[in-house]
């Protein structure tokens, strides 16, 4: 039950944000909600809010605390805050609506999931949900869109678009992207022998308007034996830019992972951005940034927006450890810049044009190292970006693989099994040196470092930087630190109980900033890497959203 | 595609597809004895496990171990030393029945997440994983040399 003054400020909020959505405004135009997954569409992360800033960081305290009760696969949701109530899912595809002032429950959403979703490698967990239409929506551990009500939580339509059971498990794990009346999601699978697509539903009815193969139907990109299975997909969630009016988003891998010699030619549209028509799902232009990828480097991370000199340009980190800064109208490249430390893979990218350089690629031959690893020069957890500083704050780290291939028959594939070909397989720290783990500062265009803090272990959350000169980070051990975006000094901390593998945000509700934090580790990335970073053997799992005010 | 109804060598094949409470971990995790329960272990038969001289044959874990390599070690290792578990290879002791179960039911502990892999790994194929597993412990009494087995 709300109180009245609350009712009023819900009001308010809401005729502010309704204003907001009415001239295409955003999150992040000072109206005090998070409203989508990246902010807005240019997926800043970052708040304009600054009544927690620098000088009274230090009275930061817990308000709330809202547990799901539910850690598999620990929490890895970015909250969505509209007019004062809070929307985030947790462990199987529970959907809770909160008061954002006091964390009261308002209501729950727990689907009946297929039995058989708990067979894919990609269960049980997912990053967040959509809002629009007085819907939110989520994509399903079992292959589903779902909208229920906003208000009440209740059950609207349902639309099945994967057959896992076919697939071997693909599904959803991150919210819809809305464009327009259209919710546009794609399917995990960049790992699994099968073909990735993304799917525009209709926000009205969940009819499915179109799918877009994200595997390109060519024989100069894709010997015909090889497509039926080739991965693909798109298993984070692109933008919609309400400017150009198309739809972005970082595709997955090829499949086989790591042999790319059974599947020559560049493979598109894998481990590439592409811009789709959100009416359609034709491809208005697009960028690999990878062709023939050989090493697991999915495009998925955040495609960032900036206004640089009069262009709009779009940057993008890619698994591999590269920097593409794109011309947002078409496409070109305008730089590449090298984010990892340790790259082996490749001995250069033209920063004017992408082209990638000579390849080292894994071979049925014999086993070798390759940098960065399969798990990326960071995880998909994206970065924040400052237009006050204009620095973009993320996480990454270092580590590497060795891999050696093997012809592998589908039909010997289990249900659970990646197709990633490999005869041996191991994650290992660079040679002659330690794996290491950081956040850092870079001005986004040129790869200049302005800050960095080192971390014993890789930080698997979103980072979320503000206008009140803050840049919050969570890391494996459970700490929340906040951090002077200027000179990366650390300002305060807290410990949550549990590692962060979640996206920070910050809202208005009551009057007062919140700086929200899921906490509660889980995914697949602590179990892959903990032969490198042993701590990963011992952390514990756990659920909870948690938020933070200054009296 | 799946090899869902493979004939097994002489072991009964165990079938929890359909399971509605089957919960799996992505590490892959087998655990130490006491730990090891599976999801549904009251749906786990009495299943006849191969001998221990069949644990250690040289045929057995080099199989076992081309489709660990394959299906387990990206969560766990190549050699069981990664992973959210105790490292394969500084176990001893170790219950081969348990370590077939919950590969084969897989298993949810805490926020740890395994996938079952019974069904879609014939039986005989699992007992193969188990006997690499095996060899990895530290009181692994070495291979049984057997050449062109199966």
């Not at chain 1, 547990?67 to 929307?87: A, E, H, N």
């Not at chain 1, 305008?334 to 044009?353: G, L």
């Not at chain 1, 291939?405 to 994650?427: N, R, W």
């Not at chain 2, 949810?108 to 412990?137: C, F, H, Q």
Request: glycine residues 10%; neutral net charge; contains cysteine.
């Amino acid at each position: 039950m709300k109180r009245p003054i609350r009712a009023v400020a819900g009001l308010m909020l809401g005729a502010f944000a309704m204003s907001a959505f009415a001239t295409g405004a955003s999150a992040q135009d000072a109206n005090g909600n998070w409203t989508e997954y990246n902010g807005d569409y240019r997926s800043w992360r970052y708040s304009p809010l600054d009544k927690v800033n620098k000088s009274n960081i230090g009275k930061l305290k817990v308000a709330w605390i809202h547990q799901p009760g539910d850690i598999t696969s620990g929490i890895q949701v970015t909250p969505l805050v509209i007019d004062g109530i809070m929307y985030y899912i947790a462990a199987n595809n529970r959907v809770y609506a909160v008061d954002a002032a006091t964390g009261t429950q308002i209501w729950e959403y727990i689907p009946e999931l297929d039995a058989d979703h708990m067979k894919s490698i990609f269960a049980a967990y997912n990053r967040g949900v959509a809002i629009a239409d007085g819907k939110v929506l989520l994509g399903t551990s079992d292959g589903r869109m779902i909208a229920i009500d906003q208000k009440t939580g209740k059950e609207g339509w349902q639309v099945r678009l994967t057959q896992p059971a076919e697939c071997h498990g693909c599904n959803f794990t991150s919210p819809p992207t809305i464009a327009n009346g259209i919710a546009i999601i794609g399917k995990t699978g960049g790992d699994l022998a099968q073909r990735g697509q993304i799917y525009g539903v209709n926000i009205a009815d969940g009819k499915l308007l179109w799918t877009f193969e994200v595997l390109k139907d060519d024989p100069a990109s894709w010997p015909a034996d090889q497509i039926a299975t080739g991965g693909g997909g798109a298993w984070m969630p692109g933008v919609f830019d309400p400017k150009t009016q198309l739809y972005y988003v970082g595709t997955s891998n090829p499949a086989p992972d790591f042999r790319a010699s059974q599947r020559r030619g560049d493979n598109l549209y894998t481990s590439s951005i592409v811009a789709l028509d959100p009416k359609t799902g034709k491809v208005v232009w697009h960028h690999q940034e990878v062709p023939n990828d050989a090493w697991d480097f999915d495009a998925q991370n955040e495609i960032v927006s900036i206004q640089h000199e009069g262009k709009d340009l779009i940057f993008h980190l890619n698994k591999g450890g590269f920097v593409t800064v794109l011309d947002k109208k078409d496409g070109s490249v305008v730089n590449v810049w090298q984010f990892s430390e340790n790259v082996n893979w490749v001995d250069k990218i033209d920063p004017k044009t992408g082209k990638i350089g000579t390849r080292n690629e894994p071979t049925d031959a014999e086993k070798k190292i390759f940098c960065p690893s399969a798990l990326g020069a960071r995880s998909m957890n994206a970065g924040s970006y400052s237009p006050k500083t204009k620095l973009w704050y993320t996480n990454g780290f270092e580590l590497c693989n060795s891999a050696q291939t093997v012809e592998t028959q589908i039909s010997k594939l289990a249900f659970s099994q990646p197709y990633y070909a490999t005869s041996e397989f191991g994650f290992d720290a660079p040679p002659g040196k330690k794996a290491s783990a950081y956040l850092k500062a870079f001005d986004p265009l040129t790869g200049k470092m302005a800050w960095r803090v080192d971390y014993k272990n890789p930080g698997l959350g979103w980072v979320l930087a503000t206008a009140g000169g803050l840049v919050f980070n969570g890391d494996l051990e459970g700490y929340v630190h906040a951090y002077d975006d200027e000179s990366g000094k650390e300002l305060w901390k807290f410990q949550t109980g549990s590692g962060i593998r979640a996206g920070i945000v910050s809202y208005m509700a009551d009057g007062k900033q919140y700086i929200v934090v899921p906490s509660g580790m889980g995914s697949l990335f602590p179990g892959f890497a903990s032969s490198v970073f042993t701590d990963f053997k011992t952390i514990r799992g756990g659920a909870a959203v948690i938020a933070f005010t200054v009296e | 595609m799946m090899n869902h109804h493979r004939k097994c060598l002489g072991f009964r094949r165990i079938n929890i597809l359909n399971s509605s409470v089957l919960m799996c971990a992505v590490a892959f995790c087998v655990a130490a004895p006491m730990a090891a329960v599976p999801a549904r272990s009251q749906e786990v038969p009495a299943a006849t496990r191969p001998s221990d001289d069949d644990l250690r044959r040289s045929d057995w874990i080099a199989q076992g171990r081309a489709k660990f390599i394959s299906a387990c070690s990206y969560c766990h290792g190549s050699k069981g030393d990664a992973g959210k578990v105790k490292s394969f290879t500084e176990r001893s002791n170790w219950n081969p029945q348990s370590i077939h179960d919950v590969i084969t039911n897989g298993r949810t502990r805490g926020s740890n997440v395994m996938p079952p892999w019974g069904g879609s790994i014939a039986d005989d194929e699992i007992w193969r994983i188990v006997a690499y597993i095996k060899s990895l412990s530290t009181d692994f009494k070495g291979p049984i040399p057997v050449e062109n087995g199966n």
